[in-house]
């Protein structure tokens, strides 16, 4: 009889360890999904703060909607096929400058380059003040 409650209790013990367990991982992927949903609104609303080392300047042109030529123009770097596999860590390395200056030209250069090429207003949506719409183009 003593043998079957000390299973019983194991059993029971082991249930709780992996409910709980199970809770805290629930708990670390709603965080991880509201995290990356956080980034995607970020990155849809033009926060250049999201720019990583990590990044290629075609990743960077792509996601923010602006021409490889005036990111590489800025950087004083050649528009090629070389550069478009390095990333911004690995151009800032070559041109012996810290990534975070590399980095911080890329977000004023997207920035400028917004202010003078705003995005279009999909349908519906209401442009904030200040603000003027791009005539005659889509996304």
């Given at each position: 009889m003593q043998n079957i409650s000390?299973?019983?209790?194991?059993?029971?013990?082991?249930?709780?360890?992996?409910?709980?367990?199970?809770?805290?991982?629930?708990?670390?992927?709603?965080?991880?999904?509201?995290?990356?949903?956080?980034?995607?609104?970020?990155?849809k609303h033009q926060d250049v703060h999201l720019v990583?080392?990590?990044?290629?300047?075609?990743?960077?042109?792509?996601?923010?909607n602006v021409p490889a030529t005036t990111l590489c123009q800025s950087l004083q770097v050649p528009n090629d096929?070389?550069?478009?596999?390095?990333?911004?860590?690995?151009?800032?390395n070559e041109k012996h400058r810290p990534v975070s200056a590399v980095i911080a030209?890329?977000?004023?250069?997207?920035?400028?380059?917004r202010k003078l090429h705003p995005l279009p207003t999909p349908p519906g949506q209401v442009r904030p003040a200040g603000i003027p719409e791009q005539k005659g183009k889509s996304l």
């Open positions: 000390i299973k019983y209790f194991l059993v029971s013990l082991l249930f709780v360890l992996a409910i709980g367990g199970t809770i805290l991982e629930a708990r670390a992927t709603l965080g991880a999904v509201q995290n990356v949903h956080q980034q995607q609104f970020q990155v990583r080392s990590w990044m290629t300047i075609p990743y960077v042109s792509y996601v923010y096929h070389q550069i478009h596999h390095k990333t911004l860590a690995i151009i800032a030209t890329l977000q004023a250069t997207i920035t400028n380059y």
